[in-house]
């Protein structure tokens, strides 16, 4: 008796062998066709119908089946892929109805759908063994039965894999899981690792790097893990790392080290988490500023700090994960979105993605606020990008109580005008720990209303309710004392931390303005605005807007989108098309060097009050201030 | 004044920037564009007129352009290219005539012309300094000259390049050679750097490593080089060898290791006898048989010794230099030729390529005596191929006296048939050290005609002239006594050494009387036998014939081509056609697996006699015998 049968599917041409007994949805899966199985196979949706070319090659027909299909359909040969099981070699056609429309993920977040394509799968195939009549080399053995079974041609392969080809392919006894990036052969498994691909963004921030582990057969978005970005102690910002990077090789060879280790921990992390192994992460995408950028690159960035600020490459780059000792599939694929210039980079390329700009009839905007914000104006006629130096309060850094968005960070907080008494929440419900981003516009925002900072930031100098002192030579707004809730400490704001939120938030209104101004629009004429950043799961948009850090648009038209970098890095990881948007929109858009306008001075200087020494430009506001 | 003038040539559309005052020849040379110029510039050949559109733009009309050029030539602009000096921005004309015709390079040994158009070139760009207005990245800069200079789109470009990309651009003051392998930009150097174009062809040899330097641009063969194939001391032959590397996984990477050394050695002497710097090799070319070729590749040989005999890979592979470790430019293309079966490799491909059978309407075959002798026969409509262990004797080991063909080796002698009287000739000319494989040939035939040896190879037990002696229990024929001409011990030939010898030649000739079997061709069909092998400069076919070698052919159909395999390296590094062809040969090409002959056995025995049991084999030996 055989064991093994032929199963041809039509109108695809595609052709597996198949244990006899196997049912027809099993070998549907294993050749990467879909069909439509909302029950996941236990006869009970009727979706996965079939027609088999010769019934005698198959079971009997099932009750399930009986229920599911007339009798007419059932003399036409119709049958359910998950009941029928294949007997003796056969054709089956999958019509249309039973096909699965293109499938779409959702990413979190930005809530945006994205096609589900990307550049790697697997490929089950079953080889002949060699003989004397067949002496074919190992790699042609799998040239020919890719074009055999799957109509590949030409298919390229990675040299590192040649070398482990022979012991692989013998000790699976010639049935293999083949994984293709594109048309090239990258990895070479015994079948049984047919649905092990998985896929990882990363998320190169100045402070932070996010990896997001994503399933690349479904789509799924695994798990996300986080570190802070090593490089820290190399320099807080862009700028003293590109400095310490210049001063030799060594230093930008070690800056590119720690980083890769860093992104080795994430991934290593997740796979820890999800339990699966690196080895099967086939593609990786990267996002970041130029700086992070280049320097994951091992690109010198010494050229990035001096005028004209010019990037060594600026287009997208795949390169093999191995070149850069990354720790997945050494044959992975590496794709790095393209940066638009030296001061806005990928993580704004992922921004414009993410948000859908570029595809949008609206004019939009983009504000990604860290220590350095990118600001983002246009639609899908022509978009303008700015870079802004905010620095690091927004993420916790320089505030006296700051931390990041993170348990026991206090992520909202309102201020009784009269009482002064503070109410707050914190991230987790944890006792409270210090102030997130998002508290300290809060805060700043509150206290203006209140009355206990002026629109020159200056914060008043009797107390009211034992809530303001001196400490330090500084003033300070108790917010909440040591004891209450469980604090470990007195949390505090201090007339220094208003300053410097003073200066991050006139540098994004700046940005925003001259960017308005060179597209010649004016606020009313942006339809929308998302406001991105590590600000964990809450932002006060009115806050915001009512400390000046972003110009006065209706409240409706303003949306809080999370990691937008992040999100454009997930999308580009599952969607081929992704990528080429990007890479389109970087090309087009156009960057706009913020200190070379001749009014930047003067507009930073204006915009240091709250929300701007002209009021006019807030009218919606006016009655308040 | 300008100190800058942009020409441009048409028809082909080039355009570059050149140096006010430079000639018209230093210009198209720069391009890369060809011109005829016989005397190099001197103005003394006038071949390379050229016609400007601006005459104006040019210096005055020299007097050897008088000499050269008509007046009515002159009043339509003509000029000479290496006399005319550019004043300022022009266009100019490279009439038909003043072309080169396709270059071609012959190729010493086997006399082959070959048309030389290597995959690799450099070219020159004048890039624009970045500023405030023009922040395009290093890369994009040299595409978009790439595309204005040479009409050349989407390079792509090696990855390791990135990282010394900045410093390149800047050092040189934007004025670089751009290196190019087809469409990849792989190299990018001051622009001093223009010229300097090498290619090295390898062949690893069983026993010996051979590497030929070329100069790309010219195709000028520069310096040949061998050494002993260091993985000797694992293993004499190639199934040692596969025996140890199958070991494990550590002995495999040993074996590839010191052969990697081996060739950096080989190449790191080329480059200190021609003076050129190794980085500036942009191309190695890869023969050798399937072991050599799998232990280059660092590919599993266990699968080459056991049956089927299957290679891991047999089509042609471009590889990085630094995926191997080669000590040229990193990015440097590795291109190794196509193998055609476990025990018919990439140099049987190469003896292919160099002889041309593969395009030949003449029956051809082709001996290549090594350690393994491959034996080819066909014509452009088929060719078979086959292998034989014929073990080193012609190499010169296992023979008491032997040694390579190197300064010192007997390459030829005759012995008197009456007075046993031995000349000879040595390679250089020194005092005799021992035989090379063409001596130890020579000598069996003429010991044969002189009647020492018989038919069965037995040597006569007494002894004539003081010839013939026993040491250590084996007859020897002294052909040279110490002191002779300065040698330094007696040299002499040994029953074992003839035994050794017909092992060796009845291997061979039973290859290629089973392939004339299964190709259903006599041996007055042959109309071409092309010789192989590492014989030095000299082989004599007549006495290769009579010991029974190579078939009952007419002397003038042999020829004796050195090492063809090494020829066929050198064509394909300077040719993409050859390598076209070698690819399409190597697939054509029908593996013949002797051992599995049913006559096999008795063939080889039959064959030990001389020239054969059968002499009717031989009937051209027939009144001799």
Redesign the interface.
């Known amino acids: 008796m055989r064991e093994r049968v032929v199963v041809k599917f039509e109108p695809d041409g595609v052709k597996i062998e198949g244990r006899k007994g196997e049912t027809v949805l099993d070998l549907i899966h294993k050749t990467g066709l879909s069909i439509r199985s909302e029950c996941g196979g236990r006869q009970v949706c009727g979706k996965c119908r079939v027609i088999v070319g010769t019934p005698e090659s198959c079971s009997e027909i099932t009750q399930a089946e009986m229920f599911h299909l007339t009798k007419e359909e059932i003399s036409h040969g119709y049958r359910l892929a998950c009941a029928c099981k294949i007997l003796n070699d056969t054709v089956i056609i999958i019509p249309e109805e039973s096909r699965i429309g293109v499938r779409s993920v959702l990413v979190e977040g930005v809530g945006k759908e994205v096609k589900l394509e990307p550049y790697v799968r697997k490929l089950l195939l079953f080889l002949d063994k ?3 009549s ?7 053995r799998i040239r020919d039965s890719l074009r055999e079974t799957y109509n590949l041609d030409s298919a390229k392969f990675s ?2 894999l ?2 482990r ?3 692989v392919l ?1 000790d699976s006894g010639w049935k293999v899981a083949l994984t293709l990036w594109k048309d090239k052969i990258i990895d070479v498994e015994a079948s049984d690792a047919i649905d092990e691909v998985y896929g990882v963004a990363v998320d190169i921030g100045t402070s932070k790097i996010i990896g997001y582990l994503t399933d690349l057969k479904s789509g799924k978005l695994l798990e996300v893990c986080f570190i802070e970005n090593p490089q820290i102690s190399y320099g807080e910002d862009v700028i003293s790392r590109i400095t310490y990077a210049s001063e030799n090789v060594e230093n930008l060879r070690r800056l590119h080290k720690v980083l890769i280790e860093g992104i080795n921990k994430v991934i290593s992390r997740l796979c820890i988490k999800a339990k699966c192994r690196a080895r099967n992460i086939y593609e990786v995408t990267v996002v970041g500023n130029t700086v992070m950028h280049h320097l994951f ?4 960035t ?2 990035l700090g001096l ?9 997208p ?1 795949n ?1 093999e994960a191995r ?1 850069l000792s990354l720790k997945v599939n050494p044959s992975a694929n590496v794709h790095v979105l393209p ?1 638009i ?2 001061f806005v980079g990928a993580d704004a390329v992922a921004d414009i993605i993410a948000t859908g700009i570029h595809k949008s009839d609206e004019l939009s905007m983009v504000v990604d606020i860290g220590t350095n914000t990118e600001v983002i104006l246009g639609n899908k006629e022509s978009i303008m990008a700015s870079s802004c130096a905010s620095g690091p309060a927004f993420e916790g850094a320089h505030i006296k109580c700051g931390m990041k968005a993170v348990t026991g960070a206090i992520e909202r907080l309102t201020i009784d005008p009269k009482t002064l008494e503070v109410t707050y929440k914190t991230i987790g419900g944890s006792p409270p720990v210090g102030l997130c981003g998002s508290a300290v516009i809060d805060c700043i925002a509150e206290l203006f209303k209140a009355g206990i900072i002026d629109r020159g930031g200056r914060m008043m100098d009797q107390d009211i309710h034992g809530k303001i002192r001196i400490v330090d030579s500084d003033r300070e707004f108790v917010l909440v004392r040591k004891g209450e809730d469980g604090a470990k400490r007195d949390i505090v704001i201090t007339q220094r931390d208003v300053r410097e939120i003073q200066l991050a938030k006139s540098a994004i209104y700046t940005g925003c303005y001259i960017l308005m101004k060179r597209m010649k629009v004016r606020p009313e004429d942006v339809e929308k605005c998302y406001v991105a950043g590590a600000f964990g799961n809450y932002l006060n948009l009115t806050n915001a807007k009512l400390i000046g850090m972003l110009p006065d648009l209706s409240p409706d038209k303003i949306e809080f989108v999370g990691n937008a970098a992040g999100a454009g890095a997930r999308m580009a990881l599952v969607s081929k098309s992704v990528r080429e948007e990007a890479a389109e929109a970087a090309r087009k858009v156009k ?1 706009v ?1 913020l200190a ?1 306008d001749p009014d930047f001075q003067l507009e930073f200087a204006s915009a240091m009050y709250l929300p701007h020494r002209d009021v006019n430009r807030f009218p919606s506001l006016k009655d308040l201030v």
Request: aromatic share 10%; charged share 25%.
């Open positions: 060699p003989d004397l067949d002496v074919r080399s190992d790699l042609q040299f590192e040649l070398s080809l022979p012991e013998r690159l091992s690109l010198s010494k050229f005028s004209p600020y010019v990037p060594v490459v600026s287009e780059i390169v070149e940066v210039a030296g960057y060097e070379l």
